[in-house]
């Protein structure tokens, strides 16, 4: 289902993926710094999720400004929580690379505003933790900050996010939170001798099953 969600003086364009059965528990989903939200993994999660369930509301925001796309993912979020089309228990927030950063931001903001339970956790697919080449500046501010359960999947090869120092960050996060590496995988999860599919595969059976275990999810 196409929408279309003000935001200032414009529209962001959305598609819902909705589930056969009544869904209580929704993922918002948005890509990275290049691309939109027809992105082939983005289509391929909020497929395999609806498959399984859960509902999934994926939007494009182009731009590059960091605090452009936090306001935009936060805008979603209000717009999502106050349908009456899919009425919600509680979202994720999701996203790739640039995008899960916007969403960790939400989240953070979100958690000093108010104490609802609405957002549920995240889920981080490529989280850029550092610029390539430059391991001294880390992007962890948001992450530190953030209670609800996270989880990461990224490659063991991206050049955006070095294994050790992701599990560094990791450590010191107060939240429950998990790492699922992608083995030998780069920053746009390609895989020397897999295919794309193979690894998609991989990468929403792992996010399903964490979000199961984050919610009670109804057995199909």
């Known amino acids: 289902v196409k929408v279309k969600i003000p935001f200032g003086n414009k529209y962001l364009d959305a598609v ?48 590059l400004n960091i605090a452009y796309r936090t306001k935009a993912f936060k805008t979603v979020v209000e717009y999502l929580k106050l349908s009456d089309d899919y009425k919600l228990s509680g979202v994720f927030l999701a996203g790739r690379s640039m995008g899960s950063r916007a969403a960790a931001s939400v989240i953070r903001h979100l958690s000093q505003e108010d104490d609802d339970d609405f957002i549920q956790g995240l889920v981080c697919l490529s989280y850029p933790l550092h610029r390539p080449n430059l391991q001294s500046k880390l992007r962890d501010e948001d992450l530190l900050f ?35 590496w992608i083995d030998k995988a780069n920053h746009g999860m390609a895989v020397k001798g897999r295919t794309a599919d193979d690894v998609m595969e991989e990468i929403n059976t792992q996010v399903f099953s964490w979000l199961r275990e984050n919610i009670e999810l109804e057995p199909k």
């Open 16 to 63: 819902f993926s909705v589930p056969e059965k009544k869904s209580t528990y929704g993922v918002i989903l948005t890509h990275g710094a290049g691309g939109d939200m027809n992105f082939p993994h983005l289509v391929s999660l909020a497929a395999y999720l609806a498959c399984h369930g859960v509902l999934c509301l994926r939007f494009t925001c182009k731009g």
């Open 146 to 180: 953030i209670r609800c359960p996270v989880l990461f999947v990224s490659g063991s090869a991206d050049e955006m996010c070095e294994k050790r120092l992701l599990e560094g960050v990791v450590s010191k996060m107060k939240a429950p939170k998990k790492i699922h």
